[in-house]
């Protein structure tokens, strides 16, 4: 047949539209990166000359070619409090067929294994033999510290991939503290490892505080290369090379569901860090980013807990795309608690189906030569560069830190995306849209942990805002548990016409309802008059009353209805749907309230509360 033509697409495409404009198809990502609906050559012309091959620089298509027998590490956390528990979920996972294991430290118990000697790390690693199970540390501000304790376990005997991750930087954004000494000296241990462990990397570069905080992909990028640059500065004081110094950094950056944007932020950090690199005098050989990615915190959910392992998924699917050198994939009941054995199994085998079903590791860079991934990687690159400068003007990472420029933009990020999600612009499914109440939650374990003495904080030279983890679903989830402890979070359906007419508007405010806990009566009932209507709201005499229905239903009679329920009582109306030019008219006749699409629902829903008496 005749080869394709992109303008007879665009015919089509615009004969679909009817008349809207081209513009229409064309979206935005969260740092305003245009996404057009359709790529071609020109939009990246040299992109094949430029990506180059994998494990040669500039790195986009990877640190080094993939091997297809261990693609990437599966490294998952564990951060139960007892020792000997931990232990056995190591075991348990390594069995089966976890290939590296992250301890997250933390000598109180909190928030993290209760470590606070060797003796106690001993315990939690019995049976683990690093060289076959490579070992990471998270332990925050206590970094250097553990560090030091496993590099004693290990006696000089790491196997690549070791990651003893000190990471004060990261500590500092995420506690807002950081003692004055804590780059040196964690440059200082980096050295030593170097030349007793080379194979293990000591300094962990972690962006997923800007992430957890509501950052964009280029703002999460650009804080890694600031931090990455503040690290590599501190190593060649201490006395390594250029070369040396990126052999002993790993990145880590968390992965949301949207696959392509995720994956262009990885291969731009790589991008972006060859550059740097470049300029710090290492050989092309070593300008690769090693790169950790782990399944974003901020987009799980408590409600309906399970469609977060679709959104691990296509996390991870995106993590093995873009080429983490390393995956974590968090259990589905991560925002509700500790998993379960089942929950970690769920967390491990969706790396495995990814590996052994879909075959990702048998390819370095899938997405390598899209026209949009290979664009979208440039811009989203040239974006962060731009802003990773901007803080280098400013005197690098820890002064920007400081003066609060970075948290500044990061809330501000946040905040758009949070109000986009108020407004059900963008939905999160369980949640904002598609509630299903009354569902139980699924098992999780009870952090429980014995209360441990630990030393007095040593004082801390430098000190930020920290950046606040949150969860996108946070708010509505926070209504909806109000709602179900009361048994009051009910409304009564005052449905005009018959079923076919007003059920699209009924299931719409219905669902809308549900994502703040509120239940429903009566939304499927017909009324032979509006004199049945009344009779059975008296039956039914909640606070608060929806009216639903056609718009030529509404203007037979809505106000006649609103007028009714107030007078049987209804101390509030809602009306479903747009009140136009007849507001004022209606409001007049009794309607309190009016929800439709576009408005903050989250603000709405709060109003409904306060109407039906719930606490606010």
Known sequence: GEPADENDWRALVEKGLKGAPWERLSTKTADALQIAPLYREPDCPTATDVSGFPGQAPF????????????WLIRQIYDHPDPERANRDILADLQAGVSSIELKLDPSGEAGIVVQDSAELDRVLAGVIPEAAPIALDAGAHGLWAAELLAARLKGVAAAG????????GAMMRTGNMGAGDVAGAARFAVSAQETMPAARALRVDARPVHEAGG?????IAAALASGIHYVRALREAGLSGADAARTTLFTLATGSDILVETAKLRALRLCWARVMEAFGAPPEARGAYIQAVTSRRMMTRYDAHTNILRVT??????AV???????????????????PFGR??????QHILLEECALGRVSDPAGGAWFVEKLTRDLAAKAWELMQLIEAKGGLIPVLQAGFLQDLVAGAGAARRRAIAARRETITGVTDYPLLGVNFPQVEAREYRAVQTPAAAARGVTCKPLPALRWAEPFETLRARAERDTRASVFFATLGPLAEFSPRALWTQSLLAAGGVSAIGAEDEHASPEALVAAYRKNPWPVAVISGADACYAECAQATARALKQAGAAWVVLAGKPGEREAELRA?????????GQDAHAELKTIHVALGLAV
Do not use: C, K
């Open 60 to 71: 986009i298509r990877g640190a080094a070619m993939r091997d297809a027998a261990r693609p």
């Open 162 to 169: 070791t990651a003893f991750n000190i990471d004060p930087i």
């Open 216 to 220: 964009t992909g280029a703002q999460e």
């Open 314 to 319: 296509t996390a991870a699917f995106a993590a």
């Open 322 to 340: 873009g080429g983490g050198d390393a995956i974590t994939t968090l259990p589905f009941t991560d925002a509700l608690g500790l998993p379960t």
């Open 345 to 350: 199994r769920v967390a491990r085998n969706t």
């Open 589 to 597: 006749a009794g309607v309190d309230q009016f929800v439709h699409f």
